[in-house]
Nanobody
Framework: QEHLVESGGGLVQVGDSLRLSCAVSLFSHYTVGWFRQAPGKEREFVGAIRWTSGRTHYADSVQGRFTLSRDNAMNTVFLEMNSLKSEDTAVYYC????????????????WGQGTQVTVSS
């Protein structure tokens, strides 16, 4: 059973950058997805990366601002977030799926505990 741990969240200003990390306990052939959930809103797909190929896919709302990468030696996926906006404020979660490409959170499992990102104007 995989175990994921997110880190790197914090309080930043509009226009700032932040890098989130998702450490994965076991290696497998899977997709690592990032989702976010703001208060009173449904969980929203942010982006996903296929572990074996490094192929990525992003939500339109973050395309061009967020970048996913992975470090095989560290078993870690990074979400680099640039030009942050107030609407990016949310708890960010990572999870894994055997599928590619899926933006449906019900297709993911082994969710981390989440990390809070707050973008202040």
């Amino acid at each position: 059973q995989e175990h994921l741990v997110e880190s790197g969240g914090g309080l930043v200003q509009v226009g700032d950058s932040l890098r989130l990390s998702c450490a994965v306990s076991l290696f497998s052939h899977y997709t690592v997805g990032w989702f976010r959930q703001a208060p009173g809103k449904e969980r929203e797909f942010v982006g996903a990366i296929r572990w074996t190929s490094g192929r990525t896919h992003y939500a339109d709302s973050v395309q061009g601002r967020f970048t996913l990468s992975r470090d095989n030696a560290m078993n870690t996926v990074f979400l680099e977030m640039n030009s942050l906006k107030s609407e990016d404020t949310a708890v960010y979660y990572c999870a894994i799926s055997p599928l590619w490409i899926t933006t449906d959170h019900s297709q993911y499992h082994s969710w981390g505990q989440g990390t809070q990102v707050t973008v202040s104007s």
